[in-house]
């Protein structure tokens, strides 16, 4: 298995601080969000940190686990490469859906652009657990998930979080990748008490910790790794601490980059807290956590479990993934409100506490279970994305906040991809693009979606300063490879806007 090291104390790689990350003292690891880099290309700073030792963990954001299809073979070859070219000890994902829709539900397939959470039912947990065995054999080191943030919850949950991940792993020995900041949002938005998800934790399986900030506003937290770490994600991080002693700790920090002095200073809050919470749980000796769990560098396990010195509750082989079913009808030209059968059990109101239930009996078909989430996750993301009613039992005004923070995580996420277009456009680009996504959804990704944004502008006839007009079309035909929309486009788009189609 090779050597076994701990990972230590490090920080999220971002191509805006990759100076200061190169430059701070004591940083043990990086992690890269695995979409951002290419299997054949390593950014210079990257290069140089492997070369200095430093470990470099891929981060996932894509794949979509949570999500009622099976995961997608190109995104899992992808993740596979990028992990053998940084010579990783793992590989992280999301216990969240990215999209949804398509044959499965025979409705058009939908892109949040962000991770939403999957509703905690036995339905939710099959497919989840088939989705990471395939996960596991695809990839070439072990599979670690990460518990998310969420502004919405799902009604009539049957598992608490705890739960849930309690059978997450032991179905499939996947490791946690434990995120204490989203915790916190939790508690804020949904009324979830840490320390009961901590202590219903196989801390066992335990691979690293996150710590990011975040802020509050109008009684809402939104993580926005773009604020400093409030003292109360450093407290949950001091309880799980100690309980176990984490194999790793990073600082994630994704906007309004601070100075390096300050993120030297946020690390440093992170080894106090840990410091004290190891003398802590050395002065009360029964309630210390197991030993710190090692991580076997480039070490892969069949079934995907991680290498540890402390014993953990090995599942028993993984099925071997069921063939796909057969294609539904071909998708409805538009998406569609939630049928009744699109909400979870909605006797309970939005934001209660899950009652731990009694596992059900096996279920005959996990292809119905699939077709279940996949109806109840459309409905959810079309009512975000294509302002279809909200499904039934989910709290309206909490999907509005939800809705909006999406809306403006894409245009700001199209403004970083397409700077041209907030140059083009100036102070009307962010209206423009709010305007734009309220009726059209992304399906395609934010290359795509900036395309899609600046073909709706030219065949309004927008902007209508000349000069910025004819800019924008050379940015969109250069782009795009074909002419710009013309009288003809425009009159068809104005049908198919009529008819619903557009």
Same mark, same amino acid.
């Given at each position: 298995?090779?050597?076994?090291?701990?990972?230590?104390?490090?920080?999220?790689?971002?191509?805006?601080?990759?100076?200061?990350?190169?430059?701070?003292?004591?940083?043990?690891?990086?992690?890269?969000?695995?979409?951002?880099?290419?299997?054949?290309?390593?950014?210079?700073?990257?290069?140089?940190?492997?070369?200095?030792?430093?470990?470099?963990?891929?981060?996932?954001?894509?794949?979509?686990?949570?999500?009622?299809?099976?995961?997608?073979?190109?995104?899992?070859?992808?993740?596979?490469?990028?992990?053998?070219?940084?010579?990783?000890?793992?590989?992280?994902?999301?216990?969240?859906?990215?999209?949804?829709?398509?044959?499965?539900?025979?409705?058009?397939?939908?892109?949040?652009?962000?991770?939403?959470?999957?509703?905690?039912?036995?339905?939710?947990?099959?497919?989840?657990?088939?989705?990471?065995?395939?996960?596991?054999?695809?990839?070439?080191?072990?599979?670690?998930?990460?518990?998310? +943030?969420?502004?919405?919850?799902?009604?009539?949950?049957?598992?608490?979080?705890?739960?849930?991940? $309690?059978?997450?792993?032991?179905?499939?020995?996947?490791?946690?990748?434990?995120?204490?900041?989203?915790?916190?949002?939790?508690?804020?938005?949904?009324?979830?008490?840490?320390?009961?998800?901590?202590?219903?934790?196989?801390?066992?399986?335990? +691979?690293?910790?996150?710590?990011?900030?975040?802020?509050?506003?109008?009684?809402?937290?939104?993580?926005?790794?773009?604020?400093?770490?409030?003292?109360?994600?450093?407290?949950?991080?001091?309880?799980?601490?100690?309980?176990?002693?984490?194999?790793?700790?990073?600082?994630?920090?994704?906007?309004?980059?601070?100075?390096?002095?300050?993120? *030297?200073?946020?690390?440093?809050?992170?080894?106090?807290?840990?410091?004290?919470?190891?003398? *802590? $749980?050395?002065?009360?000796?029964?309630?210390?956590?197991?030993?710190?769990?090692?991580?076997?560098?480039?070490?892969?396990?069949?079934?995907?479990?991680?290498?540890?010195?402390?014993?953990?509750?090995?599942?028993?082989?993984?099925?071997?993934?069921?063939?796909?079913?057969?294609?539904?009808?071909?998708?409805?030209?538009?998406?569609?409100?939630?049928?009744?059968?699109?909400?979870?059990?909605?006797? $309970?109101?939005?934001?209660?506490?899950?009652?731990?239930?009694?596992?059900?009996?096996?279920?005959?078909?996990?292809?119905?279970?699939?077709?279940?989430?996949?109806?109840?996750?459309?409905?959810?993301?079309? +009512?975000?994305?294509?302002?279809?009613?909200?499904?039934?039992?989910?709290?309206?005004?909490?999907?509005?906040?939800?809705?909006?923070?999406? +809306?403006?995580?894409?245009?700001?996420?199209?403004?970083?991809?397409?700077?041209?277009?907030?140059?083009?456009?100036?102070?009307?680009?962010?209206?423009?693009?709010?305007?734009?996504?309220?009726?059209?959804?992304?399906?395609?990704?934010?290359?795509?979606?900036?395309?899609?944004?600046?073909?709706?502008?030219?065949?309004?006839?927008?902007?209508?300063?000349?000069?910025?007009?004819?800019?924008?079309?050379?940015?969109?035909?250069?782009?795009?490879?074909?002419?710009?929309?013309?009288?003809?486009?425009?009159?068809?788009?104005?049908?198919?806007?009529?008819?619903?189609?557009?």
């Amino acid at each position: 298995m090779g050597d076994m090291k701990e990972l230590g104390v490090g920080i999220g790689w971002r191509p805006e601080i990759a100076d200061a990350v190169e430059a701070l003292p004591g940083v043990d690891w990086v992690e890269v969000v695995a979409e951002n880099i290419c299997a054949d290309h390593l950014p210079d700073s990257l290069a140089r940190l492997r070369a200095r030792g430093v470990t470099v963990v891929p981060h996932g954001v894509s794949l979509g686990l949570g999500g009622a299809d099976r995961p997608d073979a190109g995104r899992l070859a992808a993740l596979a490469a990028k992990a053998e070219m940084l010579g990783a000890p793992l590989v992280t994902e999301h216990i969240a859906f990215v999209r949804a829709g398509g044959p499965l539900t025979a409705t058009p397939l939908l892109e949040a652009g962000h991770l939403l959470p999957v509703p905690r039912t036995w339905d939710a947990l099959d497919v989840l657990c088939e989705n990471v065995r395939i996960a596991q054999d695809a990839l070439p080191v072990p599979l670690a998930l990460e518990n998310i +943030a969420a502004l919405v919850s799902w009604p009539g949950e049957e598992l608490t979080e705890g739960r849930f991940l $309690a059978e997450l792993v032991e179905r499939t020995g996947v490791r946690l990748l434990i995120d204490v900041a989203n915790l916190h949002t939790n508690r804020v938005n949904r009324g979830e008490d840490p320390a009961e998800a901590l202590s219903a934790l196989p801390v066992e399986a335990l +691979a690293y910790v996150h710590v990011a900030g975040g802020l509050e506003r109008d009684g809402v937290w939104h993580d926005t790794h773009a604020h400093p770490v409030p003292r109360p994600v450093l407290d949950i991080l001091a309880d799980l601490a100690s309980r176990v002693s984490p194999p790793g700790v990073l600082l994630e920090r994704d906007d309004r980059f601070p100075a390096p002095e300050e993120l *030297a200073a946020e690390l440093d809050a992170i080894r106090t807290t840990l410091g004290a919470a190891t003398v *802590a $749980a050395a002065t009360d000796e029964p309630s210390a956590g197991p030993r710190p769990l090692l991580i076997g560098a480039g070490a892969r396990v069949s079934g995907g479990a991680m290498p540890v010195r402390t014993p953990v509750r090995v599942p028993a082989q993984a099925p071997a993934p069921v063939p796909a079913p057969a294609p539904a009808p071909a998708p409805a030209p538009a998406p569609v409100s939630a049928p009744a059968s699109a909400s979870v059990t909605a006797s $309970a109101t939005p934001n209660a506490q899950a009652t731990p239930a009694a596992a059900p009996a096996p279920r005959p078909s996990p292809d119905a279970a699939r077709q279940r989430v996949g109806v109840a996750e459309v409905a959810l993301l079309s +009512a975000l994305v294509a302002g279809t009613p909200a499904p039934e039992g989910f709290d309206v005004r909490r999907l509005g906040v939800q809705r909006r923070a999406l +809306a403006a995580k894409r245009a700001d996420v199209v403004a970083k991809v397409a700077p041209e277009l907030p140059e083009i456009l100036g102070e009307g680009y962010r209206p423009a693009f709010l305007s734009y996504a309220r009726n059209r959804p992304m399906t395609d990704g934010y290359r795509h979606d900036a395309l899609d944004f600046a073909e709706g502008l030219l065949i309004a006839g927008r902007p209508e300063d000349p000069v910025a007009r004819r800019r924008l079309t050379a940015w969109w035909r250069e782009r795009a490879g074909v002419r710009p929309p013309g009288p003809a486009a425009r009159l068809g788009h104005r049908i198919r806007t009529a008819l619903g189609r557009g």
